[in-house]
Every structure is written in structure tokens, then in C-alpha cells.
């Protein structure tokens, strides 16, 4: 099993700790990531919102790159996810500017023909490596920790291919398959706000201070993201919204595979574990992270 | 197409517009399906920031059908949406509300027409300097150039925090071009020749 691995621009810097601990996780189960050579930035939302020809062309650019190597495409930020997808998507709807498309692709020598797929590493480790692997590889379990599973905006919608829009369940499969706990709070696809927290930030400290209270409510030790901008804006803004709510937000923001990789046995520091911003305590590490009796 | 509108009532800024809006919805798939609107408000209150909106999605597509799209285009809420989709996916005329947000930003960058108080826009045109420039996104550099433009203070503000980051390797302080940039450059120059024809 081999994909070609898109990290895109967040995972180079702020959300290094997913690009490591993905990295990590498929290593281990002997999954192969080859990077997309000279990959360029996807053009998010932005580009996408603001031209549209432009944003489609740039985003296909890392298509066709990925089309070459005859592999699928394995993209972890959920913004990226959904950027590339919407472009094929757009390109199925009008094969008018799909063509238009490759004449932009064209002034570089590229051209796009065949449909890649692009698959989210959540998707991947429940649907293609499947549980039953992931538990086989585990040397410890999560017995005892309770995460609140949080999946954002763009990994579910606008069109979510490999579970419910509403109420997935992905995230929580695999990590209570690893003896992990996840609760049920009723944010688990509500915004973070994203850019917002620069553009807006009254907005994205509101919607950041609800989601980490309701985790919180439920009883959860640590959220688990699947996205570089949902989990910057849950960790690092907390004394922030402290300071705005008057609360008491410690709460940790973890990468689902983070979360995984522990449960492998993989060292935290290959996991970008010590460079988080709130840390997993350590007193809710040791008596919960139990070898697992085999 | 044009079915909805009412030319009689409408002034020569609202009718050009409107024609101009008519052209970004035929870039959508089904962007038609704006005119099967209920106002049923299921868009506004699936938004979780709504009640931080001047005009809500519900009252965009009304103002938009009473021929008030000037004041749509001066309105926060276009430029405010986070593109969660929420609207979109429980929209039970499946309206991609979401993209037509976008045409109407769109349409607002054309015809320069911008909330007065609310510069965000400026953010969108820093993102695209940064692609054009080193074809990947630098989040320092972005977020800096957004600030220097806007809002100077709360770049001080931001120090601490950027420097904590720093410090955990998660925020590179230069930019780091990629090998091929000329050739994302070329793609970027022939897409806008493409889409001006």
C-alpha cells in the first residue's frame, strides 16, 4: 500500500506534530508515503473563493503531479482535502473548464487527464488498513482516556465520501478500538472558525471557548483533531480565551494520530509530542497508557 | 435565467450587477437553484456565527430577490464566512450557499465595492502574493503582511506568541520558495489570461 503523500504549507511549520506522527504511524504499519515532489500550496479556500480559474489551476498543478507517480493522493489538512477533491469535483461537473484547466497546466508543461483520488489518513487507517491492523500494531492501550473526537468543517463537508455528514464516526472507531473512550458532545463537526481567528478574532475566540467547554462538559481529557487550523486554533488561542471568558481552558489538542502513534509505542518526541503547546500531562499518561496485556 | 428579476424596478448600477452576478452563478454547478430559495432560514441557523453577520444567509438571498445586491457586496458577511458548508450540506433545496458567497465575493472585488470598516480582503490578496511569490503558503509572512495592513497593534500583541511557537519549531521566520515556482507562476498568468477572455 503506497500513496502519494500531499503534507501542504500548514504541516511544514505549525502543524508539523501531524506531518511527523502520520509519517510515524504509516511507517510502522508498514504503510508507504512518497512525497509529491515540488509540491505547491493547494490555494485553500482563498484562492478558491477569489478566482476561481486561478485557485483550480493551481490546486490541479499537485493533481497532475500526483497522476504521474500513478498513486492516490494522501492529504491530511482537511482544507487541502477538501480543495483538491472540490477541484476534480469541478472539473467532473464542466469538462469545458477542465479543459481550460489544462491550457493554464499546459504553460508548464503538465496536463491532468486522469482523476486521482484523494483520501483523508483517517479514512485510510480505518478503510484500507482496517482496525483489526491498527489494534494488532498497538503495544499499549488507551484504556481509561477520554477524547473528545473532533472531525471540523472541511474533512465532512461539503461532501463527505467515507462517513455521515452529521454524526461520524470514523475517528471514534479507531480510537476506542485502541481502548481510548470517546465522548459524545454535540460539536464534533461544528467550525473552529479558521482564518477567522485572524481576520475576526471576537468570532473565533467565541466558537473556539463553546467547543473546548463542551468537551469539557463531556468529560473529555483531550480533543483530537484531524486538522492543522481546527487543532492551532483550539491550542494555541486557550489563554487567550481564557483571559477573554474569564475560564479555565487546559484543555490538550492532540492529532488523532498522535493519539495513535502513542498507542504503537512510538516515541512522543517522533510523535511532535513535546513540542505541543499544552501537553498531555504526564499524570494522565502513565496510569491510563497500560501495556496491553497480549 | 433571468426569470426572478424584476428589470422595471431596478436602477442601471443594480441591473449591471446583477448581470454581472448572473455570470459567477453560471460557474457553479447549479447555481441556478439559487431562485428555488424557501427562505426557510435553515442556512442561518445551521451558521454558527450568524448573529455575528450584518445581513444573515437567509436575508442575502432575500435582498438579492428584492434587487438589493449593492448592499449585499457592502455587507461583512460575505468576507466573515468561515466556509464550514454547514449551510450547504442541510440546505433542502440544495443550494451551495456557500459558493455563492464566493461568486459575491467575487462580484465585490470586481466592482471594488468593500464593507467600509472591515478590510479582510486584504488577507485573501497578502494569501496570493505569498503563492505567486515561493508557490506555498508562509504563515508568518501572511499573517504579518495582513496585520502591517490592517491593524499594525495587534501585531506587537502577537510577538509572544509567535516566538513560543517558534521555539517549538512549528513557525518558520523565512519563506522558502519552492524548486519549480516559476512554473506555478506560468499556471497562475495563463489561468488569468484564460479567464479574462
Given at each position: 500500500?503506497?500513496?502519494a503523500?500531499?503534507?501542504?504549507?500548514?504541516?511544514?511549520t505549525?502543524?508539523k506534530p501531524?506531518?511527523?506522527?502520520?509519517r510515524?504511524?504509516?511507517r510502522?504499519?508498514?504503510v508507504?508515503l512518497?512525497?509529491?515532489?515540488?509540491?505547491?500550496?493547494?490555494?485553500a479556500?482563498?484562492?478558491?473563493?477569489?478566482?476561481?480559474m486561478?485557485?483550480?489551476?493551481?490546486?490541479?498543478?499537485n493533481l497532475?503531479?500526483?497522476q504521474?507517480?500513478g498513486?492516490?493522493?494522501?492529504?491530511?489538512c482537511?482544507?487541502?482535502?477538501?480543495?483538491l477533491?472540490?477541484?476534480?469535483?469541478h472539473?467532473?461537473w464542466?469538462?469545458?473548464?477542465?479543459e481550460?484547466i489544462n491550457?493554464?497546466?499546459?504553460?508548464?508543461?503538465?496536463?491532468?487527464?486522469?482523476?486521482?483520488?484523494?483520501?483523508?489518513?483517517l479514512?485510510?487507517?480505518?478503510?484500507d488498513?482496517?482496525?483489526?491492523?491498527?489494534i494488532?500494531?498497538?503495544?499499549y492501550?488507551?484504556?481509561?482516556l477520554?477524547?473528545?473526537?473532533?472531525?471540523?468543517?472541511?474533512?465532512v463537508?461539503?461532501?463527505?465520501?467515507f462517513?455521515?455528514i452529521?454524526?461520524?464516526?470514523?475517528?471514534d472507531?479507531?480510537l476506542?478500538?485502541?481502548g481510548?473512550e470517546?465522548?459524545?458532545?454535540?460539536?464534533?463537526?461544528?467550525?473552529c472558525g479558521?482564518?477567522?481567528?485572524?481576520?475576526?478574532?471576537?468570532?473565533a475566540?467565541?466558537?473556539?471557548?463553546?467547543?473546548?467547554?463542551?468537551?469539557?462538559d463531556?468529560?473529555a481529557?483531550v480533543i483530537?483533531t484531524?486538522?492543522p487550523l481546527?487543532q492551532?486554533?483550539?491550542?494555541c488561542?486557550?489563554?487567550?480565551?481564557?483571559?477573554?471568558?474569564?475560564?479555565n481552558?487546559?484543555?490538550p489538542i492532540?492529532?488523532?494520530s498522535?493519539?495513535?502513534?502513542l498507542?504503537?509505542?512510538?516515541e512522543?518526541?517522533?510523535?511532535?509530542?513535546?513540542?505541543?503547546?499544552?501537553?498531555?500531562?504526564?499524570?494522565?499518561l502513565t496510569?491510563?497508557l497500560e501495556?496491553?496485556a497480549? | 435565467m433571468?426569470a426572478?428579476?424584476?428589470?422595471?424596478?431596478e436602477t442601471t448600477?443594480?441591473?449591471?450587477?446583477?448581470?454581472?452576478f448572473?455570470?459567477?452563478?453560471?460557474?457553479?454547478?447549479?447555481g441556478?437553484k439559487?431562485k428555488?430559495?424557501?427562505?426557510c432560514?435553515?442556512c442561518?441557523?445551521?451558521?454558527?456565527?450568524?448573529y455575528?453577520?450584518?445581513?444573515?444567509?437567509r436575508?442575502?438571498?432575500g435582498l438579492?430577490?428584492?434587487?438589493?445586491i449593492?448592499?449585499?457586496l457592502?455587507?461583512?458577511?460575505?468576507w466573515?464566512?468561515?466556509?464550514?458548508?454547514a449551510?450547504?450540506?442541510?440546505?433542502?433545496?440544495?443550494i451551495l450557499?456557500?459558493?455563492l458567497?464566493?461568486?459575491?465575493?467575487r462580484?465585490?472585488?470586481?466592482?471594488?465595492?468593500?464593507?467600509?470598516?472591515?478590510?479582510?480582503?486584504?488577507?485573501?490578496?497578502?494569501f496570493?502574493?505569498n503563492?505567486y511569490k515561493?508557490?506555498?503558503?508562509?504563515?508568518?509572512?501572511?499573517?504579518?503582511?495582513?496585520?502591517v495592513?490592517?491593524?499594525?497593534l495587534k501585531?506587537?500583541?502577537?510577538?509572544?506568541?509567535?516566538?513560543s511557537?517558534?521555539?517549538?519549531?512549528?513557525?518558520a521566520?523565512?519563506?522558502?520558495?519552492?524548486?519549480?515556482?516559476?512554473?506555478?507562476?506560468?499556471i497562475i498568468?495563463?489561468?488569468?489570461?484564460?479567464?479574462?477572455?
Open positions: 500500500m503506497e500513496f503523500y500531499y503534507p501542504g504549507c500548514s504541516l511544514e505549525a502543524g501531524y506531518d511527523q506522527s502520520v510515524e504511524v504509516f510502522v504499519l508498514g508507504g512518497r512525497e509529491i515532489e515540488d509540491w505547491n500550496c493547494c490555494g479556500t482563498m484562492y478558491m473563493s477569489i478566482n476561481k486561478v485557485g483550480y489551476s493551481v490546486a490541479a498543478r497532475a503531479l500526483a504521474d507517480m498513486l492516490e493522493i494522501c492529504a491530511p482537511n482544507s487541502c482535502y477538501t480543495v477533491r472540490k477541484t476534480n469535483r472539473i467532473q464542466d469538462p469545458a473548464s477542465g481550460q491550457q493554464a497546466l499546459a504553460a508548464a508543461g503538465l496536463s491532468y487527464t486522469k482523476m486521482v483520488e484523494i483520501r483523508h489518513p479514512d485510510i487507517l480505518v478503510n488498513v482496517k482496525l483489526d491492523k491498527v494488532e500494531a498497538s503495544r492501550s488507551l484504556n481509561g477520554k477524547v473528545a473526537p473532533y472531525y471540523g468543517c472541511q474533512l463537508r461539503p461532501v463527505f465520501h462517513d455521515d452529521e454524526e461520524p464516526q470514523t475517528m472507531r479507531l476506542e478500538a485502541l481510548a470517546a465522548v459524545d458532545y454535540p460539536d464534533k463537526v461544528r467550525c479558521g482564518m477567522l481567528m485572524t481576520t475576526f478574532e471576537e468570532v475566540l467565541r466558537l473556539n471557548n463553546e467547543l473546548l467547554t463542551h468537551a469539557e463531556a468529560g481529557d483530537a484531524a486538522c481546527c492551532i486554533n483550539l491550542e488561542y486557550q489563554t487567550q480565551i481564557n483571559k477573554q471568558f474569564g475560564t481552558h487546559k484543555m492532540l492529532y488523532f498522535q493519539l495513535v502513534g498507542a504503537m509505542g512510538i512522543g518526541e517522533k510523535l511532535g509530542m513535546d513540542t505541543m503547546m499544552t501537553p498531555l500531562p504526564p499524570v494522565m496510569p491510563k501495556k496491553r497480549v | 433571468r426572478n428579476s424584476f428589470p422595471e424596478m448600477r443594480e441591473s449591471e450587477l446583477r448581470t454581472a448572473w455570470e459567477q452563478v453560471e460557474t457553479i454547478p447549479q441556478e439559487i428555488n430559495c424557501l427562505q432560514g435553515t442561518t441557523g445551521s451558521c454558527p456565527i450568524s455575528m453577520m450584518d445581513i444573515t444567509p436575508e442575502v438571498v438579492f430577490r428584492a434587487g438589493r449593492e448592499e449585499i457592502k455587507s461583512r458577511t460575505i466573515i464566512c468561515a466556509s464550514c458548508y449551510c450547504r450540506v442541510r440546505c433542502p433545496q440544495g450557499v456557500t459558493d458567497l464566493y461568486a459575491l465575493k462580484l465585490a472585488m470586481e466592482k471594488q465595492v468593500y464593507p467600509s470598516d472591515f478590510p479582510v480582503y486584504a488577507l485573501s490578496k497578502s496570493i502574493d503563492v515561493y508557490g506555498r503558503n508562509h504563515e508568518l509572512g501572511l499573517v504579518a503582511k495582513y496585520l495592513r490592517v491593524d499594525p501585531l506587537l500583541a502577537n510577538a509572544t506568541f509567535g516566538l511557537m517558534m521555539k517549538r519549531g512549528r513557525l521566520v523565512m519563506p522558502k520558495a519552492i524548486k519549480k515556482v516559476h512554473e506555478v507562476r506560468k498568468d495563463r489561468a488569468k489570461q484564460i479567464q479574462s477572455v
